[in-house]
């Protein structure tokens, strides 16, 4: 039994390594050996940490190891698709009230232009996990559960922070009503601002941690130390965006990237004002967000995965077609998907 195992082990391994590419190459060499230099600090934790204790788990039941943290890794997005989908479909039915509504964007985001990542050793179906299970419980007014997946969340990706917003929407909502007194306003502010404490915490520990890495050990000398150690407030992560991968304000703005603005425009510019309901405002104004920072900061063509976690963009799109047909969405969303499964595991850009 353990030699078939082994024997599995050996092709699946193989299998599975071929399809690491991109990020995923990064994750899995950052779940192996850590965080050898600064870039990989791009890279948060939560994935390559829950990819190490899936490959120490397993790595006494194979006796060929190689490739099973890309199986691992593979196996626990996937895994984690599956359970995001039923947590998106769940929060669906509770904001939408609206089964058929419901079914329509469930199916969409299953299906959704980004799924090839969703699939793959990425973060987005993890991320995905988080956040829709956050946004379940805010919904719900459990705050501190909400607080703490989102946190969650912001382990997996830096605009995990972002979800600080359904703290602050419904804070500042209930601020706004009559019969407040001064004790419930100044204890609604303090839990407000506990809660979004501890939503950037992951954010905050983890720029602390290359601080300490590659800063701490040189303080005698200051002319060793890399370059963003000596700004008044080091931040590892933007400074890696900045200058490994050219992000920041209007810097994707060339003339030669004007197909990846084609290729981010169907998601990109879908219309953000489909639903203003008090119910629902609090998602779309965070996909407004979300929208404006790719728009404003990130790589264009990142738009099509950075807001597959967006549930209005999938409750907005199974709006259309329920009124209009819709048969162009799903020609848009279908094509996307196939795409994607050729583009992406054969190393060509793809979002």
């Not at 919904?139 to 359904?166: E, T």
């Amino acid at each position: 039994m353990h030699a078939a195992v082994g024997s599995a082990g050996g092709w699946l391994g193989q299998a599975a390594k071929r399809m690491t590419v991109w990020d995923s190459v990064f994750f899995t060499r950052v779940a192996q050996c850590g965080y050898e230099y600064e870039h990989f600090h791009a890279f948060f934790p939560l994935l390559p940490g829950l990819l190490r204790l899936a490959q120490v788990s397993v790595q006494h039941a194979v006796t060929q190891p190689e490739g099973w943290a890309e199986v691992c890794g593979l196996l626990l997005s996937n895994i984690a698709f599956v359970a995001s989908a039923l947590l998106f479909c769940r929060l669906s039915s509770g904001v939408l009230q609206n089964e058929r509504l419901t079914r329509m964007a469930t199916l969409l985001y299953i299906f959704n232009p980004a799924s090839v990542f969703h699939s793959a050793l990425y973060t987005e179906s993890i991320f995905g996990l988080a956040t829709f299970a956050a946004m379940h419980y805010a919904q719900r007014h459990h705050m501190l559960a909400a607080a703490s997946l989102f946190a969650l969340s912001s382990a997996a990706r830096s605009n995990g922070v972002l979800g600080c917003w359904f703290i602050i929407h419904p804070t500042l909502v209930g601020l706004g009503r009559c019969g407040r007194t001064a004790r419930k306003v100044v204890r609604s502010l303090l839990c407000m601002m506990g809660y979004s404490c501890l939503i950037a915490a992951p954010l905050i520990a983890f720029q602390y941690h290359g601080y300490t890495t590659f800063c701490g050990g040189l303080r005698g000398d200051s002319s060793l130390l890399p370059s963003w150690c000596n700004t008044r407030l080091p931040y590892l992560y933007g400074y890696i965006q900045a200058n490994y991968w050219g992000v920041g304000f209007f810097r994707y703005y060339q003339l030669k990237q004007l197909p990846n603005f084609f290729l981010a425009a169907p998601v990109l510019f879908l219309p953000k004002s489909g639903y203003l309901a008090d119910d629902v405002a609090v998602y779309v104004y965070h996909w407004a967000l979300m929208s404006a920072v790719v728009i404003f900061l990130m790589h264009i063509q990142v738009a099509t995965r950075f807001l597959s976690c967006c549930p209005p963009l999938f409750w907005y799109a199974a709006h259309l077609y329920s009124i209009q047909g819709g048969q162009w969405i799903w020609a848009f969303w279908l094509s996307y998907v196939a795409l994607g499964a050729v583009l992406f595991p054969n190393f060509y850009p793809w979002t």
